[in-house]
């Protein structure tokens, strides 16, 4: 349907050409005029004509743009002079993209997913047991979340690589979120409930942005501020590990800077010595078993394993020496089997169902940000499509079914996905390896977790949010794009000073100011001749380019809207002025025209109408030419019908900046 | 200083111009290779170099960015090279613009501008009466208002024809805000304080958005949405002129459409049909008397005289009846004598600060947008400037010391103005002739007012009033631009149905909505060549534009933003995809080359940059050669620094797409 639908449009439009009305300008033959006025016109000048564009219907115009808004990537086209049958074969395919690879799976693939399987599943399992202790949530819900969401993502997904899991972003905003109205300690059912509510809001949300096709919303959380916003949440997250690992008892559950540190130093006297020696021992082990796998990717595995054998070395020790380390603090009992239904602990009435709403949609788009992102880099990593809004249901109803089964938010996982990579998965099964090997710990293993030490999770979690800190890609915006730096600073401070969801809202808000800012002070640029062409480009950029006697060449560089229509009247005149003033200076020829090239300008409003039609009036009363060169179709069309473009017809609208200079120096010298 | 400023721009670019590397693009000969390949290429085509813009420092961007947005109009321009006592003259002119024009006053302007002033002051009596009714304020603060302001505006303003006064928008929102959450009726005292302290609020707010210079946020409040906002307004105001024009007693205080209706229809009882008809029969007579002046402007002093006619001859009528007309609602006593100070009524402690300072800012800014406008309007039709952040500081100040001499919000009044050009007025001193007449009346004219019906000044608001629908410039948006009738039609029924403020933000937030969706969904247009020419236009557009063989030539026609970059990805990706099934189908040559002509692109962020790398890579692997025509200054500089230019060095860059396509398709020839 792809291009069916570019030569419908075509189509549309062609048919209407033959009644498209052309604009009047002056055609008179002006080969004899041998034009010697300026520099620029180097041969005998043949006048182009500008002409409106077809019409097009309100309604046209409505499909296409609408089209464009929710159908860019047009995903319907692989349906496209199919038959019948292959069409419904496809739909299915569509739909579970499972049945795309299921059929070809061959043993050497599963080989490879196996191993990747098992892979990530050590990464998994003490990663999910850490990320729930930062949701506030019992270590066994990490452990739950591993097996089922894997799974319905493998039927429903298509990016091959990613590795499914909860993520330390998400279970902090959901930790600090729900712990700020409803205590995890106090209140531990209540607290479960609305997680659970929270992870299916949060599903619902992601579900219907893809259904919808609204995925673009995600866009507005920029890289930039995404970095900024990663790296204080990491900051955050790293900070509040000190209560495991330096044996705190007494902390807050706040989650800016401030309280953290004070928490931090106020307890100095809770600090055990034995927890911080053997604490940061893991840490070192871990970070560098971290640094090893960063520097040599072939030793991925290195930092895969750390966290499992830092785990399975810990609990050892502490089951070892557990007469002498009773201070310790370890996760004690953890109940065995499988995933419990938890259908009837969602929480739909009563005074926090807010607190859930709004709490799921944070935490949805968070991850979702997280996942399509990671689906997209190792989609494109390896030449394949990952259609963003399908991604969106099947990561939304991986958490609709999830909270139904004891989980919480799950995405797809930076580190679980590069682990997986590396470890050379072919397909979305390594997932299912790992789900299998979770329900084997399930069913079997927990007891070893039993004297799993606080401070090795601690250590873990550490570890895998330092990654998050990414000062060399907030180096680059600095030497790129300085506002994007500060976009980026914006959102690290609001995390770390204010609060996540503020910090999160600062970030869009700065990004899309830029976008506004940029909208409301438009550049305008002097164009000056590159001689001996017909090509006219800025005075500032080119400085081969000359300036054209007698004339004011500008370029605006955006469209014309209400935020921008009188500043560019200003600018304008402003140039204008200063124009004059210069060539009084110089004692050069008078100015005579003002020549606006529009091809920036792809947009107006009525209020640029307005500023056009008002620019025109106040030229006139200067004594000045003003000439339009290359207006857009829609410009045009909408300057045509507001009868602004009535006053231009003569010698007013060109279709090169070049012609425009041409002609109009040549019938000054006619008319002197 | 105007020029100045431009030249030192230029000179600090210039000074850089020769430290600029040239890219060294491909610039052997191409003289003696005949290119006949396409049917672009007319004679031998000589290259022309891609240059770096001149390096500029981060602090002279910055500079050059801020002066931008806060000094467009480069105010001080009228310094430039002037004497020092020159200087300062024009400094206390530019502070007091009465200095201006008071020196060269003569007889003849002050007869015209005494006509005006007392035409106004006829039209401004029963206006300020009527309303400060509107505002839920004894009617003799509306006078007092027209008193004060108006001589300090004559001092500090720089507009000519302007008549200063309360108007109605400000007026109805100031009293539906307070009114909301303190009873004018009960709290009579708590509410004339908080009137005042708004007033402050207002004049401060106007003041500081001057000093600051960011006049510029009141363009924001576009004119579609403007239109809109009016029409709502002025049918709410209309709405609740019933009561008075009824007769009603009990009325709500609500400003929604549906309580306002219910209100009048649950009163049916109290109607009194000597109130209907009298009040309909001045209705009436104002209704015709604005008709006439609206169709013939020479007759302008029918409609300015009429409100002060209705006055007089139903105080008669009342007077002279008033044993028989008991019911009838007349104003009552009024004090005579000149403004008592208020400074002592201002409220700063207590709980309804919040509510003084949020109704001082939307009061603000509304009365602001129109005195800015009404200021705009008069100054373009004598052709004289109007510098809009001097104004607003003296449009604050007036309201600052009107605050504390017993007046309410006030500002440039269209009706005033255009009452005061009409008259003939030649400078503001007609607003000084309308204050003496205000005083005069205020000393010895009060009790005139005694018997002045309730219904007449309900009549002369909605004579007032009526001019606000302007459903022609509503039409206008509908015609030229779709999404501006959106707007205006989002702001009239947020008005109408949810509230003034809720209505305005929405507003606001589509006119925002409008720009972000312009920059999210670009459009991306096919260029074919003009046969015969170097130049390449739109398909669509021009008919006679011909696609080239092998090339896909597309426009951008946005920014490359964050919030576009994705999609302009995927959007490229498929006009190739489109491209290559189109060929298949027409067994046309193979696509080679993808050209994007990047003049619309004039700023790019750090997503942006990647999405051309990404482009780059995605089309390598496509083995499609990929050209970027007319990068603009920075936008090359940014690829530049992030090395991204670095994969277009060899056959990437052109400066026009003509010579992008002969270049390739030659090298074609030569590399088979």
């Known amino acids: 349907m792809g291009t069916s639908l570019n030569r419908v449009e075509e189509e549309d439009y062609s048919s209407y050409t033959n009644s498209s009305d052309f604009i009047s300008i002056s055609l008179e033959d002006n080969n004899n005029t041998t034009t010697t006025a300026t520099s620029t016109s180097k041969s005998s000048s043949e006048l182009h004509p500008v002409c409106l564009p077809p019409h097009v219907t309100t309604w046209q115009k409505l499909n296409h743009r609408l089209r464009e808004i929710f159908f860019p990537d047009d995903p319907l086209h692989i349906f496209k002079d199919q038959s019948w049958r292959r069409k419904l074969v496809l739909a299915f395919q569509y739909v579970f993209p499972i049945l795309r690879w299921a059929p070809h799976y061959s043993l050497s693939l599963f080989r490879s997913d196996l191993i990747a399987g098992l892979t990530i599943a050590s990464l998994a399992i003490p990663q999910g047991i850490s990320y729930a202790k930062l949701a506030n949530l019992q270590p066994i819900i990490g452990l739950y979340s591993s097996f089922v969401p894997p799974i319905v993502y493998s039927v429903l997904g298509s990016s091959r690589h990613i590795g499914i899991g909860p993520v330390s972003v998400a279970s902090l905003v959901m930790g600090t979120m729900l712990d700020g109205e409803v205590s995890h300690s106090n209140k531990k059912d209540l607290y479960l409930e609305l997680a659970f509510t929270s992870t299916l809001f949060a599903g619902l949300f992601q579900a219907s942005l893809g259904i919808f096709r609204l995925g673009f919303i995600i866009d507005f959380l920029s890289k930039a501020t995404l970095i900024g916003f990663m790296a204080g949440a990491a900051v955050i997250v790293s900070l509040q590990q000190l209560k495991g690992l330096l044996g705190i008892t007494h902390f807050t559950s706040d989650m800016e800077l401030i309280p953290v540190l004070e928490s931090v130093f106020n307890s100095i006297k809770e600090w055990k010595w034995e927890t911080i020696v053997m604490g940061f021992c893991f840490l070192i082990f871990l970070l560098v078993a971290r640094f090893i796998s960063t520097r040599k990717p072939r030793l991925f595995w290195v930092s895969a394993a750390a966290p499992l054998t830092s785990v399975i070395l810990s609990s050892l020790l502490i089951f070892l020496l557990k007469s002498k380390l009773k201070h310790v603090s370890i996760i004690g009992h953890l109940p065995k089997g499988v995933n419990p239904t938890s259908e ?46 399908k991604e969106m249901i099947a990561i939304g109803f991986m958490n609709i079914v999830g909270c139904c089964f004891s989980c919480y938010v799950t995405t797809g996982s930076f580190s679980r996905s590069a682990v997986n990579y590396n470890a050379g998965a072919k397909t979305i099964f390594s997932n299912i390896v790992m789900a299998a090997t979770v329900l084997v710990t399930l069913l079997f293993l927990m007891p070893l977790f039993h004297y799993t030490p606080d401070f090795v999770l601690a250590a873990i979690i550490i570890t895998a949010v330092v990654g998050l800190v990414d000062y060399k890609a907030a180096l680059r915006l600095w030497k790129l794009d300085k506002l994007d730096f500060v976009a980026c600073c914006c959102s690290f401070f609001g995390v770390l000073f204010i609060s996540v969801q503020i910090g999160l809202a600062i970030a869009v808000g700065v990004s899309v100011f830029k976008i506004i800012l940029h909208v409301t002070r438009p550049n305008t640029v002097v164009l000056g001749n590159i001689p001996g062409t017909q090509i006219f480009r800025s005075l500032n950029h080119y400085e081969n380019a000359t300036r054209v006697p007698s004339f004011l060449i500008l370029s605006i560089e955006s469209p014309i809207f209400f935020a921008n229509s009188l500043y560019l009247q200003e600018r304008i005149s402003r140039w204008v002025r200063g124009e004059e003033n210069r060539i009084r200076e110089n004692n050069e020829s008078a100015l005579k025209c003002v020549i606006l090239d529009m091809t920036a300008v792809t947009a107006i409003d009525t209020s640029g109408i307005d500023a056009i039609s008002e620019l025109k009036k106040n030229m006139d009363k200067r004594s000045l030419q003003l000439a339009l060169v290359n207006l857009v179709g829609t410009v045009m069309e909408k300057l045509h019908q507001s009868k602004t473009l009535d006053s231009f017809r003569s010698k007013g609208l060109y279709l090169t900046v070049g012609e425009a200079v041409d002609d109009l120096s040549s019938s000054w010298k006619h008319w002197p």
Not at 347 to 376: C, D, M, N, W
């Open 344 to 389: 009837n602990k969602l929480y739909f009435h009563g005074p926090h169902l807010q607190l859930a709403i709004k709490t799921g949609i944070i935490t949805g788009i968070l991850s979702l940000t997280e996942g399509i992102a990671v689906g997209r880099t190792f989609a494109s990593l390896h030449n394949y499509q990952v259609d963003g809004n």
